[in-house]
C-alpha cells in the first residue's frame, strides 16, 4: 500500500501523503473497527481529499449540467476513492466498500462496512454507513 500511496501523491519526503483534518475524522470514525496506523490515516485522508473534490461536483451538477471535463473528473473520483477503500485493511467482518451518490444534501461519498458491523452515522442506517467527511 504505502509504494502506490507514495508513488500517486508525492510529499517531497518518504512520509508519504499528508494527515488532514478530515482524514483524521474519518479514521477515528473507522477506529473500532480498523485500529489506527500512520497508513490508514494518509489513505483516509486521501478518501477525504477526494471526497471533498466530488461533494463540489455534485453541489455543481444541481445548478447545471457538468461539463465533459467535469463529468470525466467525476469518473475519475470515483473509481479512485473506490480503489482507496479498497487498499483499507480489511474488518474482522469483510471489506469496506466505497459508495458514491449525486445528492449533496448529505454525504456524497460513503464508505459501507459489512452489515453485521452496523456501522453508521447517515439517516441510512447500516446499509447506508459512515459518510466522508466535507464530501
Do not use: F
Amino acid at each position: 500500500m504505502t509504494a502506490y500511496l507514495h508513488k500517486t501523491h508525492e510529499t517531497g519526503d518518504d512520509s508519504g501523503p499528508r494527515v488532514t483534518a478530515p482524514g483524521r475524522e474519518l479514521a477515528d470514525k473507522l477506529l473500532p473497527y480498523l485500529g489506527m496506523t500512520r497508513q490508514i490515516l494518509q489513505t483516509c485522508s486521501l478518501i477525504a481529499r477526494h471526497g471533498r473534490t466530488h461533494g463540489r461536483l455534485m453541489e455543481l451538477q444541481c445548478h447545471r449540467e457538468l461539463t465533459p471535463r467535469e463529468q470525466s473528473k467525476e469518473a475519475w473520483l470515483e473509481d479512485r476513492i473506490e480503489h482507496l477503500a479498497g487498499l483499507l485493511p480489511h474488518t474482522d467482518a469483510g471489506p469496506i466498500v466505497a459508495r458514491c451518490s449525486g445528492d449533496p444534501r448529505g454525504y456524497t461519498v460513503k464508505l459501507i462496512l459489512p452489515l453485521c458491523l452496523r456501522a453508521y452515522d447517515t439517516w441510512g442506517g447500516p446499509e447506508d454507513g459512515l459518510g466522508v467527511p466535507n464530501s
